[in-house]
């Protein structure tokens, strides 16, 4: 089977959300993930709902297929105050509803809360909050993919205490890289219950967001292929790599045409 590549729309964060993906599709990418910027787009346009079935129809209509999206990049689901906990449950519904009309499966979320918190607290609020949103999607088919922001282990007592069918983890391969943690035995801890990628290289001196084999990248593709294959990873292997769109659209349009095979050749050759 075909490893099933995907790019991060916001790859054309200057485009409106349609030409993201004709970009994409021109360049042999039938696979994509929605961006916080393009769902903030969408959103503006009207009714959730409305707007998302609209959509959904353009990209049958492309060839493309889009089951991961995003959620609102910045949304704090455990902050201090209940009205601010609030503030961004109610802000989400929006998100979810887009989302299911869309028939995204993979809703990626940051687990939210500050350093400073007391972790029962923030543990505390962050399952509220994931019961709330994860209330309002059930019956859509749609998880929540908690990413991990840093640290993958960080992301153990919410998973134990969340329904494999409601929760899931969307494993961001450069912020793991920052710490000491291992890509294999991160994937392999998740299991069944990893949904969703954000593949990006970096040199451990920061979260670069770079293509594989960047110049000093240092995250262990085969080591991420092989443990991929060992779980039987069936979602997309998708692209999140702001570091390589600071450039001028024919560029892109180059470095797409590059990655292709590179990726290819990573999860095909690499995971065998």
Known sequence: ?????????????????????????????????????????LLERGDPAHTGAAFRRFIADLGVSMPQGHLWLTVDIAPASEPARREAIEGLRRWLDLYTALGIHAAVIHPGGAKHQDPAARLDEQLRSLAELAAHARGSGLVLCLENCSSGLALQPLLAATS?????????????????????????????RLKALHLAENDKSGDQHNFPYARGGSVPWPEVASALADVAYDGLLNFEVPGENRCPLPVRRLKLAYLHPLASWIFTARSG
Request: charged fraction near 25%; glycine fraction near 8%.
């Open 164 to 192: 494999p069918a409601e929760v899931g983890v969307c494993l961001d391969t450069g912020h793991l890289n920052l710490t000491p943690e291992s890509q294999g035995d991160f994937i392999r801890f998740c299991g069944s």
């Open 1 to 41: 089977m075909q490893p099933k590549l995907s790019m991060w729309t916001s790859f054309f964060i200057d485009l409106s959300p349609e030409d993201a993906l004709r970009e994409q599709a021109a360049a042999g990418w039938r696979f994509a993930e929605l961006s916080d910027e393009h769902s903030k787009a």
